[in-house]
């Protein structure tokens, strides 16, 4: 159970702002360790190890803490060699070392651990996110949005892997498949009550790529309205009134990028 709790925890953090990240990753963190107090022997337990300090190495590379990020991602590696020793069948521990081994940069091991791992558990939404992951290292979007969308028939409600399918059919210049996916994102999280401004970014950057500004401001308002702590947002719009020539409005979200703004001193009330 604190494994499963620990799983959940990591995955929950992609839908969340830096600042929850750390924290619930921490929260993560702890749990996997209590898993494997209670049991050492638990190839399971160390698989999830490897996937929470995995992200949490990921996190602190996006903050710029380097040392620490190569230190937890050492660890990582470790209670993935550890998971596959004590089970060398254990599907989701081959795909979380192959995690670590894309995020070390071991492209050919992660492409084969990833192949084996979706092969010995099709059934897993983790098998076939990961080697979405290795193939679109290799720039492979097709084949990578197969896979997405195998994992999402796994486990539908979990929005970020509709986001990411939205994000490689945009990669591919599909934009309405893209807006598509991200719409869907949005819906299933109304649908679940669940408040995450992260669709509504993907959906105004892929209007931006085909120069529509104002629906593109309008998606990242709506993003500014459910997370207005969030700097990276304000600065979203920024650009964008920067693109549409609104220097003006550009000017007070650009300074709450910068500075940061609190809920009441949101300048998307006024504006």
């Known amino acids: 159970l604190y494994a499963d709790l620990a799983r ?11 600042e929850g ?9 702890l749990n996997i360790e209590q898993a494997i107090l209670l049991d050492g022997y638990n190839s399971y337990a160390f698989a999830v190890q ?3 300090l995995d992200w949490y190495s990921s996190n602190l590379s996006v903050i710029g803490d380097f040392d620490a990020a190569d230190r937890m991602l050492a660890d990582a590696a470790q209670a993935a060699v550890r998971a596959v020793q004590l089970d060398n069948t254990n599907a989701l521990a081959l795909a979380f070392q192959a995690e670590v081994y894309l995020d070390q940069f071991r492209f050919t091991d992660a492409i084969q651990l990833a192949e084996i791992a979706v092969e010995r558990g099709p059934h897993l939404m983790d098998t076939h996110r990961v080697y979405a992951l290795v193939l679109e290292s290799t720039q492979n979007y097709a084949e990578a949005i197969d896979e997405y969308k195998a994992a999402a028939e796994i486990n539908p409600n979990l929005t970020f892997l509709y986001i990411s399918i939205g994000q490689y059919y945009r990669q591919l210049a599909l934009y309405e498949q893209a807006l598509d996916y991200f719409a869907l994102a949005a819906q299933i999280n109304e649908l679940l009550e669940f408040s995450d401004p992260l669709p509504y970014i993907a959906i105004a950057k892929t209007y931006v790529r085909q120069g529509e500004f104002f629906i593109a401001a309008r998606n990242a308002q709506k993003a500014i309205e459910l997370a207005p702590e969030v700097p990276d947002y304000y600065g979203q719009l920024g650009d964008i009134f920067v693109r ?3 220097y ?3 000017i007070p979200v650009l300074k709450c990028a910068i500075e940061g703004c609190t809920a009441e001193e949101n300048p998307e009330q006024t504006i």
């Open 8 to 18: 959940i925890q990591t995955y929950s953090t992609s839908m969340m702002a830096t």
């Open 21 to 29: 990240k750390f924290i619930r990753l921490e929260e993560a963190k």
């Open 50 to 52: 490897s996937l929470v």
């Open 244 to 246: 549409s020539r609104n």
């Open 248 to 250: 003006e409005g550009a």
